[in-house]
């Protein structure tokens, strides 16, 4: 389960004094609490599900994609280089992700299997696409292969 591995790697993380690991860990697991508080509250005692937790990481990543990007206009590489080792750190948790090619196809046959056809439907698309390649597709470039596909 990723709850072990991250508690595992922290613990890890800890004796071998690497701080960058150890903050990014407990970014993630600060942020994974707040979520399992937040499901308790709608009845799941049980805290959220991997699939969630592959979806707070993948926010994550994007969230350090955007600061790396506004570091460097700033001229704050030093920033933008301590957001990209956080990113490697939590992408070592997340499953490989899909070539283009591969998550062309996943949108092909989602868009074929719920025949969408117009813009209308790309929101049951990306729906179907983050319930079954959660943690393993890079939704913001799915979107723009779903926009492609539909002809929009």
């Given amino acids: 389960m990723l709850r072990t591995k991250l508690s595992e790697t922290l613990k890890t993380?800890?004796?071998?004094?690497?701080?960058?690991t150890t903050s990014t860990i407990r970014l993630?697991?600060?942020?994974?609490?707040?979520?399992?508080?937040?499901?308790?509250?709608?009845?799941?005692?049980?805290?959220v599900p991997d699939e969630e937790v592959l979806s707070l990481m993948q926010s994550m990543i994007k969230q350090r994609r955007d600061s790396i990007e506004m570091y460097e206009k700033g001229g704050r590489q030093e920033l933008a280089d301590k957001e990209a080792d956080e990113i490697k750190i939590i992408e070592?948790?997340?499953?490989?992700?899909?070539?283009?090619?591969?998550?062309?196809?996943?949108?092909?046959?989602?868009?074929?299997?719920?025949?969408?056809?117009?813009m209308k439907d790309m929101g049951k698309v990306m729906a179907t696409l983050k319930e079954r390649h959660a943690g393993s597709m890079d939704f913001s470039k799915a979107s723009g292969i779903v926009k492609d596909i539909l002809g929009v």
């Fill in 13 to 20: 993380a800890m004796k071998s004094k690497d701080t960058t």
């Fill in 92 to 118: 070592g948790f997340m499953p490989e992700q899909m070539d283009e090619e591969t998550a062309t196809a996943a949108v092909q046959a989602i868009v074929t299997e719920l025949e969408a056809s117009s």
């Fill in 28 to 47: 993630i697991q600060a942020a994974l609490k707040d979520r399992d508080i937040a499901a308790r509250s709608k009845g799941n005692m049980d805290g």
